[in-house]
Protein backbone atom coordinates (compact mmCIF):
# COMPACT_ATOMS: atom_id res chain seq x y z
CA UNK A 1 0.00 0.00 0.00
CA UNK A 2 2.74 2.31 0.81
CA UNK A 3 4.60 1.10 -2.07
CA UNK A 4 1.69 2.14 -4.54
CA UNK A 5 1.34 5.29 -2.79
CA UNK A 6 4.73 6.35 -3.17
CA UNK A 7 5.01 5.22 -7.05
CA UNK A 8 2.10 7.80 -7.82
CA UNK A 9 3.07 10.76 -5.38
CA UNK A 10 6.05 11.17 -6.92
CA UNK A 11 5.72 11.98 -10.52
CA UNK A 12 2.53 13.88 -9.21
CA UNK A 13 5.30 15.76 -7.60
CA UNK A 14 7.37 16.78 -10.38
CA UNK A 15 4.71 17.97 -12.38
CA UNK A 16 3.42 20.45 -9.37
CA UNK A 17 6.86 21.50 -9.04
CA UNK A 18 7.24 21.92 -13.00
CA UNK A 19 4.08 23.85 -13.03
CA UNK A 20 5.26 26.15 -10.01
CA UNK A 21 8.53 26.82 -11.66
CA UNK A 22 6.72 28.06 -15.02
CA UNK A 23 4.08 30.48 -13.31
CA UNK A 24 6.68 31.62 -11.02
CA UNK A 25 8.55 32.47 -14.57
CA UNK A 26 5.53 33.77 -16.07
CA UNK A 27 5.09 36.48 -13.22
CA UNK A 28 8.84 37.73 -13.27
CA UNK A 29 8.63 38.00 -17.27
CA UNK A 30 5.49 40.12 -17.14
CA UNK A 31 6.91 42.41 -14.03
CA UNK A 32 8.90 45.10 -16.42
CA UNK A 33 10.11 47.04 -13.17
CA UNK A 34 10.83 45.59 -9.71
CA UNK A 35 9.41 46.87 -6.29
CA UNK A 36 12.48 48.07 -5.57
CA UNK A 37 12.86 50.38 -8.74
CA UNK A 38 9.45 51.59 -8.26
CA UNK A 39 9.87 52.92 -4.44
CA UNK A 40 13.83 54.23 -5.62
CA UNK A 41 15.35 51.59 -3.23
CA UNK A 42 18.36 50.80 -5.92
CA UNK A 43 21.92 52.56 -6.37
CA UNK A 44 21.80 54.57 -10.03
CA UNK A 45 25.50 54.55 -9.99
CA UNK A 46 25.84 51.06 -10.03
CA UNK A 47 22.70 50.14 -12.13
CA UNK A 48 23.67 49.01 -15.60
CA UNK A 49 20.25 51.04 -16.75
CA UNK A 50 21.77 54.33 -15.28
CA UNK A 51 24.34 57.04 -16.68
CA UNK A 52 25.87 59.63 -15.01
CA UNK A 53 25.13 63.05 -16.29
CA UNK A 54 27.89 65.39 -18.11
CA UNK A 55 28.65 68.27 -15.70
CA UNK A 56 27.97 70.62 -18.97
CA UNK A 57 24.03 69.49 -18.80
CA UNK A 58 23.80 70.62 -14.90
CA UNK A 59 23.24 73.77 -12.95
CA UNK A 60 25.77 74.24 -10.06
CA UNK A 61 27.74 71.00 -8.72
CA UNK A 62 26.01 68.26 -8.71
CA UNK A 63 25.84 64.19 -9.57
CA UNK A 64 23.24 63.63 -11.26
CA UNK A 65 21.56 60.42 -12.92
CA UNK A 66 19.45 58.91 -15.08
CA UNK A 67 18.05 56.04 -17.15
CA UNK A 68 19.91 55.90 -20.83
CA UNK A 69 16.92 56.30 -22.62
CA UNK A 70 16.07 59.52 -20.52
CA UNK A 71 19.72 61.12 -21.08
CA UNK A 72 19.74 60.37 -24.53
CA UNK A 73 15.95 62.36 -25.05
CA UNK A 74 17.06 64.79 -22.84
CA UNK A 75 20.52 65.70 -24.51
CA UNK A 76 18.37 66.33 -27.96
CA UNK A 77 16.03 68.40 -26.53
CA UNK A 78 18.49 70.50 -24.58
CA UNK A 79 20.59 71.22 -28.16
CA UNK A 80 17.21 72.24 -29.48
CA UNK A 81 16.26 74.92 -27.30
CA UNK A 82 19.81 76.08 -26.73
CA UNK A 83 19.88 76.85 -30.60
CA UNK A 84 16.60 79.16 -29.29
CA UNK A 85 18.93 80.71 -26.45
CA UNK A 86 17.64 78.66 -23.69
CA UNK A 87 19.80 76.32 -21.45
CA UNK A 88 17.47 73.43 -19.74
CA UNK A 89 20.25 72.89 -16.92
CA UNK A 90 19.46 70.26 -14.77
CA UNK A 91 18.76 70.44 -11.15
CA UNK A 92 17.83 67.04 -10.48
CA UNK A 93 17.05 63.65 -11.99
CA UNK A 94 17.09 59.92 -10.18
CA UNK A 95 16.48 60.53 -6.27
CA UNK A 96 16.72 57.28 -4.19
CA UNK A 97 14.25 56.56 -1.66
CA UNK A 98 17.20 57.60 0.95
CA UNK A 99 18.03 60.75 -0.59
CA UNK A 100 14.23 61.39 -0.75
CA UNK A 101 13.58 60.20 2.67
CA UNK A 102 16.11 63.30 4.68
CA UNK A 103 14.88 65.60 2.41
CA UNK A 104 11.24 64.46 4.05
CA UNK A 105 12.64 64.42 7.20
CA UNK A 106 14.90 67.32 6.86
CA UNK A 107 11.22 69.27 6.60
CA UNK A 108 9.06 67.08 9.72
CA UNK A 109 11.91 67.86 11.90
CA UNK A 110 11.82 71.43 11.04
CA UNK A 111 15.32 71.73 9.33
CA UNK A 112 14.37 72.55 6.47
CA UNK A 113 12.05 75.22 5.88
CA UNK A 114 8.18 74.54 4.59
CA UNK A 115 6.48 77.49 4.21
CA UNK A 116 7.48 79.05 7.14
CA UNK A 117 5.75 77.05 9.41
CA UNK A 118 7.20 75.92 13.20
CA UNK A 119 6.66 72.20 13.26
CA UNK A 120 6.82 71.82 16.55
CA UNK A 121 3.86 73.67 17.52
CA UNK A 122 2.03 70.77 18.83
CA UNK A 123 -1.28 72.17 17.84
CA UNK A 124 -0.08 71.15 14.56
CA UNK A 125 -1.53 67.53 13.84
CA UNK A 126 0.77 64.82 11.56
CA UNK A 127 -1.77 64.38 9.03
CA UNK A 128 -1.49 68.47 8.39
CA UNK A 129 2.09 68.86 8.67
CA UNK A 130 2.37 66.03 6.05
CA UNK A 131 -0.32 67.39 3.71
CA UNK A 132 1.78 71.19 4.07
CA UNK A 133 5.58 69.61 3.01
CA UNK A 134 3.51 67.79 0.13
CA UNK A 135 2.91 70.66 -1.44
CA UNK A 136 6.09 70.98 -3.03
CA UNK A 137 8.08 67.89 -1.78
CA UNK A 138 7.06 64.09 -2.07
CA UNK A 139 7.13 61.04 0.56
CA UNK A 140 9.77 58.53 0.35
CA UNK A 141 8.50 55.67 -1.93
CA UNK A 142 5.76 57.82 -3.83
CA UNK A 143 8.10 60.42 -5.82
CA UNK A 144 8.69 60.09 -9.75
CA UNK A 145 12.54 60.92 -9.66
CA UNK A 146 12.75 57.48 -7.75
CA UNK A 147 12.59 55.83 -11.50
CA UNK A 148 14.97 57.54 -13.10
CA UNK A 149 12.59 59.02 -15.52
CA UNK A 150 11.96 62.26 -14.08
CA UNK A 151 13.94 65.73 -14.18
CA UNK A 152 13.80 68.91 -12.68
CA UNK A 153 15.25 71.82 -15.12
CA UNK A 154 15.86 75.70 -14.81
CA UNK A 155 14.97 76.75 -11.44
CA UNK A 156 12.75 75.43 -8.47
CA UNK A 157 11.62 78.84 -7.16
CA UNK A 158 8.33 79.54 -9.26
CA UNK A 159 8.86 83.15 -9.23
CA UNK A 160 11.70 82.20 -12.02
CA UNK A 161 8.78 81.60 -14.56
CA UNK A 162 7.26 84.82 -13.53
CA UNK A 163 10.37 86.37 -15.73
CA UNK A 164 10.94 86.93 -19.18
CA UNK A 165 13.66 84.06 -19.35
CA UNK A 166 11.31 81.89 -17.40
CA UNK A 167 8.48 82.37 -19.18
CA UNK A 168 10.37 81.75 -22.47
CA UNK A 169 11.79 78.92 -21.65
CA UNK A 170 8.38 77.13 -19.78
CA UNK A 171 6.61 78.47 -23.22
CA UNK A 172 8.81 76.77 -25.50
CA UNK A 173 8.81 73.37 -23.12
CA UNK A 174 5.24 73.45 -24.07
CA UNK A 175 5.34 73.77 -26.88
CA UNK A 176 8.28 71.41 -27.99
CA UNK A 177 8.60 69.05 -24.95
CA UNK A 178 6.54 66.44 -26.18
CA UNK A 179 8.51 66.31 -29.26
CA UNK A 180 11.11 64.75 -27.38
CA UNK A 181 9.41 62.69 -25.18
CA UNK A 182 8.52 64.91 -21.88
CA UNK A 183 5.47 66.17 -20.51
CA UNK A 184 4.94 68.48 -17.25
CA UNK A 185 3.30 65.90 -14.70
CA UNK A 186 2.22 68.55 -12.10
CA UNK A 187 0.22 71.47 -14.06
CA UNK A 188 -2.39 73.78 -12.30
CA UNK A 189 -4.94 72.55 -10.69
CA UNK A 190 -8.34 72.18 -13.13
CA UNK A 191 -11.33 70.68 -12.92
CA UNK A 192 -9.17 67.18 -13.74
CA UNK A 193 -6.33 67.34 -11.76
CA UNK A 194 -7.68 68.79 -8.54
CA UNK A 195 -5.34 66.83 -5.76
CA UNK A 196 -2.05 66.30 -4.87
CA UNK A 197 1.17 68.36 -5.95
CA UNK A 198 1.19 72.10 -6.45
CA UNK A 199 2.11 73.31 -10.02
CA UNK A 200 5.79 72.40 -10.55
CA UNK A 201 6.82 74.34 -13.87
CA UNK A 202 10.26 72.81 -13.44
CA UNK A 203 9.50 69.43 -13.53
CA UNK A 204 9.41 67.36 -16.77
CA UNK A 205 8.85 63.63 -17.35
CA UNK A 206 10.17 61.29 -20.14
CA UNK A 207 6.23 59.77 -21.04
CA UNK A 208 8.03 56.67 -22.89
CA UNK A 209 9.52 54.64 -19.57
CA UNK A 210 7.41 56.70 -16.81
CA UNK A 211 4.31 55.79 -18.03
CA UNK A 212 5.14 52.17 -17.98
CA UNK A 213 6.41 52.59 -14.82
CA UNK A 214 3.18 54.19 -13.40
CA UNK A 215 1.44 51.45 -14.77
CA UNK A 216 3.70 48.75 -12.71
CA UNK A 217 3.42 50.75 -9.33
CA UNK A 218 -0.35 50.59 -9.60
CA UNK A 219 0.25 47.23 -10.29
CA UNK A 220 2.21 45.94 -7.33
CA UNK A 221 2.61 48.87 -4.64
CA UNK A 222 0.42 48.97 -1.37
CA UNK A 223 0.39 51.81 1.21
CA UNK A 224 2.66 48.84 3.47
CA UNK A 225 5.49 49.28 0.91
CA UNK A 226 5.33 53.13 1.98
CA UNK A 227 7.10 52.75 5.08
CA UNK A 228 10.60 53.46 6.68
CA UNK A 229 10.23 57.08 7.47
CA UNK A 230 8.74 60.01 10.25
CA UNK A 231 5.14 60.84 9.23
CA UNK A 232 4.73 57.64 6.94
CA UNK A 233 1.56 56.51 9.05
CA UNK A 234 -0.17 59.50 7.34
CA UNK A 235 0.01 58.10 3.63
CA UNK A 236 -3.30 55.77 4.12
CA UNK A 237 -4.71 58.60 5.89
CA UNK A 238 -4.06 60.97 3.09
CA UNK A 239 -4.44 58.42 0.21
CA UNK A 240 -1.02 59.44 -1.19
CA UNK A 241 -1.27 57.10 -3.97
CA UNK A 242 -4.43 58.33 -5.55
CA UNK A 243 -4.34 61.93 -4.77
CA UNK A 244 -0.46 62.44 -5.58
CA UNK A 245 0.87 59.39 -7.19
CA UNK A 246 -1.91 59.32 -9.46
CA UNK A 247 -2.63 63.42 -9.82
CA UNK A 248 -0.83 63.85 -12.75
CA UNK A 249 -1.77 66.08 -15.63
CA UNK A 250 -3.43 64.56 -19.17
CA UNK A 251 -0.70 64.75 -21.36
CA UNK A 252 1.60 62.22 -18.83
CA UNK A 253 -1.72 59.40 -18.63
Not at 41 to 61: E, H, Q
Not at 86 to 99: A, D
Not at 149 to 155: E, G, P, R, S
Request: hydrophobic letters at 35%; one cysteine or more; aromatic letters at 16%.
Amino acid sequence: MTYKFIKYLIPFLIVSTLLSWRYIHQVSDNLQYSQYELLGKISAAKSTDFVKINPKYIAGDRTIYLRKEVYTAFKTMYDSAKSCGIELKLISGFRSFEHQKRIWEGKWDGKIAATGLNFSDPKLTDVKKAQIILQYSSMPGISRHHWGTDIDILDLNPKFFETPKGKKAYNWLKTNAKNYGFCQPYTAFDSIRNTGFWEEKWHWSYFPISDLMLKEYQRIIKYSDISGFKGSWTADSLKVIENYVFSISEDCK
